[in-house]
């Protein structure tokens, strides 16, 4: 046995013991967490401006022209 099918074989093997086992857990209408969910947002505070940000990105900057950011285009 090759490989390539040796591994889909045995991952195979691993999804039907695996949803053998989700078989067994009864379904609820409840949400169970693993662990405590805290709320980590931001208070609603308003923004705060650093002076130091703009020199900062200004640093950073690939190249930038008449107060533009460029930046090679992205691709999909």
């Known amino acids: 046995m090759r490989d390539e099918e040796k591994i889909r074989a045995e991952g195979m093997k691993l999804v039907e013991e695996f949803s053998e086992i989700l078989a067994k857990i009864p379904e609820t209408e409840e949400t169970h967490y ?8 931001r208070k ?5 401006r650093k002076r130091e940000f703009s020199q900062n990105l ?3 900057l690939p190249r930038q022209e008449k107060g533009y950011i460029m930046a090679e285009k992205g691709v999909k």
């Open 34 to 41: 693993v662990i405590d969910i805290k709320n980590v947002t």
């Open 44 to 48: 609603d505070d308003r923004p705060v």
């Open 58 to 60: 200004r640093r950073i």
